[in-house]
């Protein structure tokens, strides 16, 4: 794609500006702030990223014991700060990748133009798509196991997926309910066998395997769900009061929509091993660019690789 160059007064250009405040927005501000290119951080709807409706992390290394999603947030931040990185709030509307200095236009009318940008605005949860889902949305229905599960406490409550997030879900919500009934679409699970292992050994947890939730009951509160076996086409209820909704990840690229390449499933492309986007100064990090890992440790490498990606682009510049 080809850009041109406008006429900005150097003063008003950033050096490094990052889209998103998860692991991967906050080490590619770690890295750039030490590299003396005083990164902003544009900081969305959800500062922190996923981590921070996250409980305990126990697989990042250098915690032994495991830490809080929250405070390890709190702890890149502080982290990102103290090397010089400045933050703005406030959600970016649009993107202009068409000329250089790249224009971003946030909410409030306010712009920000950069010599590179870093895109690490992550990925956010799916839903079913039912018509009183986003109807009964906070008053039963949950895409965040860890932000509603303690509302729960001693109840009959659901949760709708077969991956890792629904199995880590599944078990996080039995610390709470009385029982935990996970309904998947097919007859096995794609999840790692070693949380397959703890999800069917809990003896909280009920599985009901090719089944589908057609709908949600209830007027101002969750009721019960309808269920269709998807082998038999037997329609069941199931009475509960809460549905917890894990069925995956859409990842936020809808502002770059065609402007960079993204996959089948919206996933921005990068070349292979960097972070760099088919737009020179344009670079991707996180779990908006991966579909395969999806971890706070590999978010956190790859806002590193845009850092340093960065970093060289803008001395290439002036070479």
């Keep these: 794609m080809s850009t041109t160059t406008s006429a900005v007064t150097p003063h008003d250009i950033e050096n490094v500006t990052i889209l998103g405040?998860?692991?991967?927005?906050?080490?590619?501000?770690?890295?750039?702030?030490?590299?003396?290119?005083?990164?902003?951080?544009?900081?969305?709807?959800?500062?922190?990223?996923?981590?921070?409706?996250?409980t305990e992390v126990e697989n990042f290394p250098g915690f032994p014991h495991g830490i809080q999603g929250p405070e390890m947030m709190v702890n890149f931040r502080q982290q990102a700060e103290r090397f010089g990185t400045r933050f703005k709030q406030g959600d970016v509307q649009k993107v202009d990748l068409s000329k250089r200095p790249f224009t971003l236009t946030l909410a409030d009318g306010s712009e920000v133009k950069t010599k590179t940008?870093?895109?690490?605005?992550?990925?956010?949860?799916?839903?079913?798509?039912?018509?009183?889902?986003?109807?009964?949305?906070?008053?039963?229905?949950?895409?965040?196991?860890?932000?509603?599960?303690?509302?729960?406490?001693?109840?009959?409550?659901?949760?709708?997926?077969?991956?890792?997030?629904?199995?880590?879900?599944?078990?996080?919500?039995?610390?709470?309910?009385?029982?935990?009934?996970?309904?998947?679409?097919?007859?096995?699970?794609?999840?790692?066998?070693?949380?397959?292992?703890?999800?069917?050994?809990?003896?909280?947890?009920?599985?009901?395997?090719?089944?589908?939730?057609?709908?949600?009951?209830?007027?101002?509160?969750?009721?019960?769900?309808?269920?269709?076996?998807?082998?038999?086409?037997?329609?069941?209820?199931?009475?509960?009061?809460?549905?917890?909704?894990?069925?995956?990840h859409q990842p936020n690229t809808k502002l770059f929509q065609n402007q960079l390449p993204t996959d089948e499933a919206g996933y921005l492309i990068v070349q292979p091993g960097t972070t760099k986007t088919e737009i020179p100064g344009v670079f991707a990090a996180g779990d908006v660019a991966d579909h395969v890992y999806r971890q706070a440790i590999t978010a956190a490498g790859t806002g590193c690789m845009a850092a340093i990606d960065a970093e060289r682009w803008l001395e290439s510049q002036h070479g």
């Design 117 to 248: 940008l870093i895109i690490s605005t992550g990925a956010s949860a799916k839903l079913l798509g039912l018509k009183n889902e986003s109807r009964l949305m906070g008053r039963g229905v949950s895409a965040c196991a860890t932000c509603d599960g303690f509302f729960f406490r001693n109840q009959d409550i659901a949760i709708v997926g077969g991956g890792d997030t629904a199995m880590e879900e599944a078990n996080f919500l039995t610390r709470f309910a009385k029982s935990v009934t996970l309904i998947h679409r097919r007859d096995t699970f794609r999840a790692s066998k070693v949380m397959q292992d703890r999800t069917l050994r809990n003896p909280k947890i009920k599985v009901i395997y090719d089944t589908a939730v057609e709908d949600i009951v209830g007027e101002n509160e969750v009721t019960a769900l309808k269920l269709k076996n998807l082998k038999t086409g037997v329609f069941s209820d199931l009475a509960v009061t809460g549905l917890f909704v894990a069925i995956g």
């Design 21 to 54: 405040t998860g692991p991967a927005g906050l080490t590619a501000a770690i890295y750039a702030a030490r590299a003396n290119l005083s990164p902003l951080c544009v900081e969305g709807t959800q500062p922190g990223g996923q981590l921070t409706i996250t």
